[in-house]
């Protein structure tokens, strides 16, 4: 049983990745930002061996699981049942949604990247909980994820499908409003929180702004 949080609440989404977070360890980086109200944590680390890894999610799911936080594991399904997690994020060139979903036990959230609004249907008709356009902006945080789609591209996702929409990839205070207004049910960052100094207090200041934004908007 989570918290007191909603748990498909998907307004502030923090990706872990001890590369930008300031010498902290995954687990580290998922208690600062729980605490300033991060609603979900994903943790992703494509370096690390799969014992290594489960140790990292098991350590979070204690931290979220607390919180009230979802906890969701990027592109390893096995870690993400080994340790308890509540989902898993899966990338286009990841194990294919339908057949994450036929391991999985019930109520397992399974996330998905998107590039397209044609990819964000079949996601969703696959059976994904919710579908991540990335980038929305370009980022320095994944060497590989190319140009930003842009808010164009949010908003046709968002009548496209009725599934939660993520906007990831460049996601800054300046540009969140934004992001909320187009469409976006909330936003999943790295370097705007975990490449902070405080990042309890990048986590709050984020969290602020898109509570603020929707308050406007819906």
């Known amino acids: 049983m989570h918290g007191s949080r909603d748990p498909m609440a998907y ?15 995954h687990a580290g980086i998922a208690q600062r930002a729980v605490a300033g109200g991060a609603d979900v944590i994903q943790l992703r680390d494509k370096r690390l061996s799969g014992r290594d890894l489960l140790t990292a999610a098991s350590a979070i799911r204690e931290i979220t699981y607390d919180a009230g936080a979802l906890f969701i594991v990027n592109d390893r399904l096995d870690v993400a049942l080994a340790a308890g997690a509540d989902g898993v994020h899966l990338g286009e060139s990841d194990l294919p949604i339908e057949h994450a979903r036929r391991i999985a036990p019930p109520g397992f959230v399974i996330g998905a990247s998107v590039g397209s609004v044609a990819a964000a249907v079949r996601a969703s008709a696959a059976g994904a909980d919710y579908v991540a356009l990335s980038p929305t902006f370009p980022t320095t945080s994944k060497d590989d994820a190319g140009p930003g789609h842009g808010l164009a591209v949010l908003s046709a996702i968002r009548s496209a499908v009725s599934l939660p929409l993520v906007a990831i990839g460049g996601i800054n205070p300046e540009n969140v409003g934004d992001v909320i207004a187009a469409g976006a049910d909330g936003v999943a960052v790295i370097s705007a929180v975990v490449g902070q100094e405080d990042i309890t207090g990048a986590a709050r200041d984020l969290r602020a702004r898109i509570t603020a934004e929707k308050a406007k908007t819906r």
């Open 11 to 25: 307004d502030l989404y923090v990706i872990t990745d001890e590369g930008v977070g300031h010498g902290l360890s």
